[in-house]
């Protein structure tokens, strides 16, 4: 008994010291918003404030939706001519069985700008800009989509209160998500 005993201590120190490989991926997402105070200063690229922030839930719908498209199985691609972010002023709490953004009525989805979602090695970038006349409410929750609607599959949301967008305001509101 105190040989085997012996033994077993020993292995313990060895797997210890090797650390036995296991696979493991990690997401890490970073949402960016550029606050600009009007059209001449995004085109000109100052923003009056720059706010990053990290996190968020995969939703359910997005995570069948990811799966049925890496297999072949159909759906929806989030590609630059189907995503959107959307943009809602619920500060609900995100949690993965939801679909879509949780406001009632002060949401909107950005269609994404030319060239995005765009890939960089391993890190894929969404990007959507809200002109002056667009999502002027309270900005509390993010979401990536296939489709302009909550109707849509939504992959993801953030819920993160960035201050309110008025009239005349562009904003953008960038996810960059890498996987590791």
Same mark, same amino acid.
């Given at each position: 008994m105190k040989k085997l005993t012996a033994i077993t201590e020993a292995l313990l120190r060895l797997f210890r010291k090797i650390r036995l490989v296991s696979? +493991?991926?990690v997401l890490t997402k970073v949402w960016t918003i550029r606050k600009y105070a009007d059209d001449a200063a995004f085109m000109a690229g100052?923003?009056?404030?720059?706010?990053?922030?990290?996190?968020?839930v995969l939703l359910n719908e997005g995570? #069948?939706?990811m799966w049925d498209l890496i297999i072949g199985a159909g759906g929806t691609a989030f590609s630059e001519a189907n995503s959107y972010i959307g943009i809602g002023d619920s500060d609900t709490a995100? /949690? #993965?069985s939801q679909t879509g953004l949780q406001a009632v009525t002060n949401k909107y989805y950005a269609a994404m700008a030319s060239t995005y979602p765009s890939r960089s090695g391993q890190t894929v970038t969404w990007r959507g800009v809200v002109g002056g006349s667009y999502g002027n409410h309270a900005w509390k929750e993010f979401?990536? /989509?296939n489709g302009n609607s909550d109707s849509a599959k939504n992959?993801? +949301?953030k819920v993160s209160d960035q201050g309110t967008k008025i009239s005349g305001q562009t904003w953008t509101v960038d996810l960059a998500i890498?996987?590791?």
């Open positions: 696979d +493991r991926g100052t923003p009056f404030a720059v706010s990053t922030f990290k996190q968020n995570i #069948a939706e995100a /949690a #993965a979401t990536v /989509a992959m993801n +949301r890498t996987l590791s």
